[in-house]
Each structure stands twice: as C-alpha cells, then as structure tokens.
C-alpha cells in the first residue's frame, strides 16, 4: 500500500465517522482493534464513538495534518464543536471549545488495528 493510499483509507474513515455511519464503521475498523494499549473491539470502540457524539452533538473530525507511512498513519485532529456538560472533566456546558487530538494508528490492510490517543486538554482548560 501506498501512502496516498494509506491516507485516502483513513480519509474515509474519518468520513465514516462524520456521518455516524456505524453499520459501515467495520469497513474501516479492525475486530479486534484496540485503543490505547486497551482491546475494546469493533463494538466497544464503536460504543466510545456513539457516547462521543452524544456528548458532542456538533462533534467533526477534520485531519490538520496527516502524515502515512504504512502500515501507521499519524494525524493532529482539529476540533471546534460545544461538548454538553462535563469534557475531559471540565464543565464545558455547552460552550464552543477548539482543540486538537494527537493519533497515531497502526493498519492491517485497509483496517484500523491499534489506535494511539491524546487530546490537548490544556487548550479546553484555557478557552473556560
């Protein structure tokens, strides 16, 4: 695979996620994927996106930077959205927040198996 097309797999996915398209998450999601160093498979990594867009109802994903080198992709996320209520522990209620997410993923074909996250929690805590 190249890395164009690494990089055209994950925008995808990313679109995927845009429409809460989660009958066709497993198109793009491994099984047995984990997140983090914990193994949440398909349906527990698909529930942790479900509760993410009920907490964030305006919640996109728009990839900043997009670096492939298969079989790993590395992206920075940018975020603008209004969290409801409590977001990384802090009582955001609503207000607009931007904030960037640091992923590393690793691939096995087309198919996300390990994803690697870090949310710039500072960013939100300076914007309340």
Known sequence: MTQEQLADIYRAY???????????????????VEHNGRPLGLAGYRDMLVQDFAAIPDLRFAAAILVSQPPRLAARLAFDCSPKGTFLGLAVNGRRVTFAENVFYE?????IVSVWSVIDKAAVEAQL
């Open 107 to 111: 691939f096995a074909g087309a198919k």
């Open 14 to 32: 990313l679109a995927c996620l845009n429409r809460q398209d989660w009958k066709a998450l497993g198109d793009h999601v491994d099984d047995a």
